[in-house]
């Protein structure tokens, strides 16, 4: 896993260094080929040569061992009370779950994206022209090219500008360009992380568009013309990101090179500067296999062996780059990427194993041949290194001059197992008061020697917290009462054992005999942390729970913004049995934390708590959990939607005609379900929904839900919502997440609430059961936009029974301003998108124009309003079947990023 990882930085950064290269130095010339080459090969070199490890010896001076033993561990470190168990959810693990996750979908965005070009172009009848096969196509689409294959709309196919589009396209299947394509897919599917590599995708289109650009010229055509099919071609969609699509890129940088002279021969020296970038990728990728010295040679053959294993850190993991050095010589090596090392030595000698921020071991030879595993060559053994943070003090090696051992092949068990000595520790461990009052907790790690005979000696600690917890885990260690010893080859053996032992507040191995004084109350009497009987809600627990969760209300802004959490509440329950000095001690957010609060302070009394018979003030701790799931009530203090945008500042998203108007298309749209009116359902529920870069409602979903009836019918309330104005940070839209609230409520008559902004007066419209549907709203029953708007003297609207309809419908009003769009001149291609706001009269007319949202250039917005202002005449707009003017939002895209056009 690690060399994966490793694997894929390196990728990461030769990618970095070549495209540099490019960008710098490479990008602006028009020897395009050699460029076209030049990506390829680097992408190739980047995957290969991380491979390429040239091995070098290091000579190195003899590190003199400074504590030597004949103590033989075949592991060294720190032992838990519980076996230890293989952890699946390391952070490594998750991230290469992670990562596959991501390679995985991409993998399957790219074989749909294959899978839908074959759909076009397999099957389907083609035509040879000039070696080429051309499939044409009644469905509008760009012309493209992939697998040999050039695809043309029928209409493209009659137009005059065909010569040029089929020129364009024969170069990139002359080329076979879509072999890079499927390149650097694969590398982007590998690499997806690095955001170089998306750059090399923009690099190599580019580069084919200007091959087939130059092709083009190369043949003849003229250039002006040329230039002017490409304009033409601006308005298109790209089919797919894998094919070479003839509007792909077109911009000025492209026009420019059109005309540009060819980069003189000489200039493509440029290209060599590969060949010191590879140097010094290889150079970086030495590796070190040896650790030899000079004058060390073995000369008598019978006296050596090999040995050889694995050295692992206390997670039982691989630890590269250890020293494993014979001792008073200067022969040794190094340990590989798994940790592995193999070395021939005397017989006699003795291994020194170093490695950094671990402690030092030594473990001769004889004790390989003793304790490892004889193979063909020698003698194999796992050797565990612990780590030097631990501070574990290593000077007594033995016991009564006999080795102590650490893993054994029967190892010391405690009577009835570790649960039981996970108990018996629980049972005895006395938490310190003078801990308690500081609040000091944390774990503590005692040693110890169980003896050959069973008895438990030398404990000491090996990572401590603070003295008096120290002293309390040696004091429970001391008092443990005999073990089955440990034994190796048959014979019972001393072995050196580590335990945790975990000193916390809430833990119930903390338990204490003695008074526990937390602190003191106002009137300095002792606070009481355990006592002989602890303090009783009225009713026990159960009762407690219960008012707890019936007396919390869920605060509105936390609920709307997707705050949920635990917070923990310490109060003293003092000896009248009353509550007080309630503090939150664990919190999440101000609202939640203050409502916590809030609900504890109004606990009734209590039974108070009892020390040796009198009654006394005890500290208490409950947690009080809001959760969505929970049937919490919402507070009622503010109901209306609430957008966020991506967690950063903007505007946020606007319905046409504002919050008011938003609130009355919901009540008009709700139709209380049968069913639910059926069984008395009713409450509020909560839907949130995205409002994408275009206006369009999308990724509806419910934050709080009632019932399944009544979650459907308010989801599919908010997709019918109209488009939006969309959100906009520093300019640009941006996409919004938005949460509405939309209560029902059964009354006598069967009607239906549904609450925006709970005030007093109403609007009111009938569903076809029946039942009155009301919004509750603060202003006239009017559908007239915020403000008094009206023209000529009569009110505007911006909902209605019947909204205006353009001449041959939506459809046709975004080919007019896209082909309005089409016909102007670069200088307005600003990649921006402007909103243009504009009143529908009752006789079809447009009038009242103005910049909504503007694109900050004052020229484009005013061709923004020209545009729309050269429409023709509108179907107007009914209520009640009368025609009424009706304010309407158009946006108009000055981008020719495909990705945001409607």
């Not at 936390?558 to 509440?569: C, D, L, M, S, T």
């Not at 069913?675 to 994408?692: L, M």
Request: net charge neutral.
């Amino acid at each position: 896993m690690i060399v994966l990882f490793e694997y894929l930085l390196q990728v990461s950064f030769i990618l970095a260094l070549f495209y540099a290269i490019y960008y710098l130095i490479l990008r602006n010339e028009r020897f395009f080929v050699e460029i076209r080459i030049y990506l390829i090969i680097s992408i190739l070199l980047s995957l290969l040569l991380p491979f390429v490890r040239i091995p070098y010896t290091v000579i190195v001076e003899t590190v003199q061992a400074s504590v030597q033993s004949d103590l033989i561990p075949m592991f060294s470190g720190v032992m838990d009370v519980e076996p230890t168990k293989q952890n699946y959810f390391t952070m490594s693990n998750m991230l290469l779950i992670g990562y596959l996750i991501v390679v995985a979908v991409l993998l399957i965005l790219s074989l749909l994206k294959i899978s839908q070009i074959c759909r076009l172009v397999l099957g389907k009848k083609y035509t040879i022209i000039e070696d080429c096969k051309l499939v044409i196509l009644d469905k509008y689409i760009p012309a493209f090219t992939f697998f040999g294959y050039i695809v043309m709309n029928r209409e493209e196919f009659t137009d005059e500008s065909r010569t040029n589009i089929l020129a364009h396209e024969k170069v990139h299947a002359d080329q076979k360009h879509w072999i890079d394509l499927l390149l650097v897919e694969l590398l982007t599917i590998l690499v997806w992380f690095n955001p170089i590599v998306w750059l090399y995708q923009v690099a190599i289109k580019q580069t084919h568009e200007l091959l087939a650009d130059d092709g083009v010229i190369a043949r003849g055509f003229n250039i002006g013309q040329y230039q002017a099919t490409l304009i033409n071609q601006l308005m298109g969609t790209e089919v797919l990101g894998l094919a070479n699509n003839f509007n792909h890129s077109i911009t000025k940088k492209r026009m420019i090179m059109m005309s540009n002279i060819k980069s003189p021969k000489n200039r493509r020296y440029k290209l060599l500067i590969m060949i010191p970038a590879v140097l010094a990728i290889l150079l970086f990728n030495l590796k070190i296999v040896e650790v030899q010295a000079q004058e060390k040679t073995i000369k008598e053959v019978v006296n050596v062996t090999t040995v050889s294993g694995q050295v692992l850190n206390e997670d039982n993991e691989p630890i590269a780059g250890v020293a494993v050095l014979v001792q008073d010589s200067k022969t040794g090596t190094v340990t590989d990427m798994d940790g592995k090392f193999s070395l021939v030595v005397p017989l006699d000698a003795k291994l020194v194993f170093l490695g950094v921020n671990f402690n030092k071991e030594i473990i001769s030879v004889k004790g390989f041949m003793e304790y490892g595993k004889k193979t063909d060559s020698g003698y194999d053994m796992n050797v565990q290194l612990s780590s030097s943070s631990a501070k574990e003090v290593r000077e007594q090696k033995t016991y009564k001059g006999e080795p102590i051992f650490v893993i054994v092949e029967d190892m010391p068990e405690y009577p009835g197992g570790p649960k039981a000595l996970r108990e018996y520790i629980a049972e005895n461990v006395k938490y310190p008061a003078e801990a308690i009052k500081n609040n000091i907790r944390g774990r503590v790690f005692v040693t110890f020697v169980v003896t050959k005979d069973g008895n438990v000696d030398q404990s000491r600690v090996v990572r401590g917290v603070e003295p008096s917890l120290n002293a309390e885990a040696v004091r429970v260690i001391n008092t443990i009462p005999k073990w089955k010893p440990g034994k190796q080859r048959g014979q019972a053996v001393n072995v050196a054992y580590t335990v945790p032992i975990n000193f916390d507040f809430e833990d119930d191995t903390t338990k204490e005999e003695e008074e526990r004084k937390a602190s003191s109350d106002s009137k300095g009497e002792q606070i009481f942390v355990k006592v002989e009987k602890m303090p009783q809600y009225p009713g026990g627990s159960e009762a407690l729970l219960a008012y707890i969760e019936e007396s919390t209300v869920y605060p509105s802004v936390a609920f709307v913004n997707g705050i949920k959490g635990r917070v923990f509440v310490t109060f003293v329950v003092n000896k009248e049995g009353d509550v007080d000095q309630a503090r939150v001690v664990r919190g999440v957010e101000t609202t939640l934390d203050a409502e916590a609060l809030r609900v504890v302070k109004s606990l009734p009394k209590w039974t108070p708590g009892y020390e040796k018979g009198k009654a006394v003030s005890v500290s208490y701790t409950v947690p009080i959990n809001f959760d969505f799931n929970d049937d919490k009530k919402i507070d009622e203090v503010k109901v209306e939607g609430k957008s966020k945008i991506n967690q950063l500042d903007g505007t946020a998203p606007k319905f046409p005609g504002g919050e008011l108007e938003l609130q009355k298309f919901v009540a008009r749209g709700v139709k209380y379900p049968k069913d639910a009116q059926e069984k008395g359902e009713e409450g509020r529920v909560f839907v949130t929904f995205t409002i994408n870069k275009l206006g369009i409602v999308e990724s509806v979903r419910t934050a709080k839900s009632v019932s399944p009836s009544l979650d459907a019918e308010a989801i599919r309330v908010i997709k019918t919502l109209p488009t939006w104005i969309p959100a906009s940070r520093n300019g640009e839209s941006v996409e919004a997440t938005y949460t509405l609230p939309i209560n029902f409520e059964l009354k006598d008559n069967q009607g239906v609430t549904v609450m925006g902004e709970a005030e007093k007066e109403e609007f009111t419209n009938n569903d076809e059961s029946g039942s009155t549907i009301t919004m509750l709203n603060k202003t006239e029953n009017k559908k007239t936009s915020t403000g008094n708007k009206t023209y000529n003297g009569e009110p505007v609207y911006v909902l209605v029974d019947d909204m205006p309809k353009y001449p041959g419908g939506a459809l046709k009003l975004k080919e007019y301003i896209e082909s309005e769009v089409s016909k102007l001149d670069s200088k307005y291609i600003i990649h921006k998108r402007c909103f243009i706001t504009f009143l529908v009269t009752k006789t079809g007319a447009v009038d009242n124009l103005k910049i909504a949202r503007g694109t900050n250039n004052v020229v484009v917005d005013n061709k923004a309003l020209e545009i729309i202002k050269n429409m023709p005449k509108w179907t107007p707009g009914y209520e009640k079947g009368i025609a009424v003017s009706v304010s309407y939002t158009v946006p108009i895209n000055f981008d020719l990023k495909n990705d945001e056009k409607k």
